[in-house]
């Protein structure tokens, strides 16, 4: 994270880190890693704990390095620099298959010649040192955990794809890793399956009580199922957090904008105006008043603001009591249903949005395109950032 990136708007409460752990010793560390490919780095210095029983998730578009951060840990590629410690071992020179790890890889890489009951008890036979009744209890406790106990003697090609990626889990968990990665486990699911699928996944990481890395660039998917978060770009980590302080208090303009939906705009700080900090923006005639969660003055090196869609109110009554008030046209809207996203453009190739729930709306009520507008929100509702 450069200088320019850094948080400017002050800490949500008193005491509060973005970039806090828990008090205790982590189960996984990442220290200093770099892995180049050639002149290609893939993975930038990277330092990164992870703590035991924790369901952490890293986040990022394509080509950020968070698969190979993960394959790192699982032994399928060797860091160019930097340690990897699990469980105070340092693991780096450990072969995959004498980790306390396990992976459920994307594409599932079941035996189609096998049963769900041998694919899942493949593992077990092959570390060998159970016997076969220890085995079989283990393959159907699985099974029965993953709630496909009544498929065993089924094929992989008789089942669908949400059964094959439980069939994957198990197979997975039959081992009892101490770490379960998880590579876009749900990427191949329709929606309404994947939705599902993710509260599954949280409630069998539960009840085993194991660490699951998942590596993913769903952020809806990220922001569900994981306590915290590290969010990757450029072989980097831009942002550690749990999921309402990733979103709530982003770091830097890349995290803003890559983490949920917002409005990002320059600005300027001009000064005070009693409690409120006055920033002017581009294309707006007025300035825009900023206020700190905690009252603290907001940092004269601010020069981005960031606010999300919901933190907007959009009317077509001048509203009263905002100190952001604005007037704009409707140029685009996104419905969803249950709730509306209405681009408003204030100036010309000045647009932010807004979000409105549908809920009661009245026919002759509704806001539709170049509609005149107000939109307003609250001073604290805002992030500032240095870029």
């Not at 993975?43 to 029983?53: A, K």
């Not at 981005?304 to 604005?326: D, I």
Request: glycine share 8%.
């Amino acid at each position: 994270m450069t200088q320019q990136d850094t948080l400017i708007s002050p800490a949500p409460t008193t005491g509060f880190s973005p970039w806090a752990e828990p008090d205790r010793e982590p189960l996984v560390q990442f220290r200093n890693v770099t892995k180049r490919f050639g002149s290609f780095v893939a993975v930038d210095n990277v330092s990164l704990n992870i703590y035991q029983r924790e369901f952490f998730a890293l986040l990022g578009p394509s080509g950020c390095g968070k698969t190979t951060l993960m394959r790192m840990l699982a032994g399928f590629e060797t860091p160019t620099s930097g340690e990897i410690i699990v469980d105070g071992k340092n693991i780096v020179d450990v072969a995959p298959d004498k980790r306390p790890i396990n992976m459920m890889f994307q594409s599932y890489a079941l035996f189609p010649h096998m049963s769900v009951e041998q694919n899942v008890a493949f593992g077990l036979h092959r570390a060998g040192g159970a016997a076969k009744s220890e085995i079989a209890d283990r393959t159907q406790r699985m099974l029965k955990l993953v709630q496909l106990d009544a498929f065993a003697k089924r094929k992989p090609g008789q089942l669908s794809g949400g059964q094959k990626q439980r069939v994957a889990l198990a197979r997975a968990l039959a081992r009892s890793p101490k770490i379960l990665l998880l590579d876009e486990p749900l990427a191949a699911l329709d929606k309404k399956l994947r939705e599902q699928t993710q509260f599954e996944l949280m409630n069998i990481q539960e009840e085993l009580g194991l660490t699951f890395l998942i590596v993913t660039h769903d952020q809806q998917e990220a922001m569900t199922v994981s306590s915290r978060i590290g969010v990757m770009r450029a072989g980097q980590l831009q942002q550690i957090g749990t999921p309402g302080e990733v979103y709530e208090y982003p770091q830097t303009g890349f995290v803003a904008d890559f983490i949920g939906d917002t409005s990002l705009f320059d600005i300027e700080v001009q000064g005070r105006e009693g409690d409120y900090t006055l920033a002017k923006w581009k294309g707006a005639d007025s300035p825009v008043y900023l206020r700190s969660v905690d009252d603290s003055p907001v940092s004269e090196a601010a020069k981005v603001f960031s606010v999300r869609p919901e933190k907007v109110t959009v009317s077509r009554e001048k509203p009263t009591g905002e100190p952001n008030v604005f007037a704009g046209k409707v140029v685009d809207i996104a419905y969803s249903g249950s709730q509306s996203v209405y681009h408003v453009e204030l100036a010309p190739g000045v647009v932010i949005k807004a979000l409105d729930t549908n809920r009661l709306r009245l026919v002759s009520s509704t806001i539709t395109w170049n509609d005149q507008v107000w939109v307003s929100w609250r001073a604290r509702s805002g992030v500032v950032l240095g870029s």
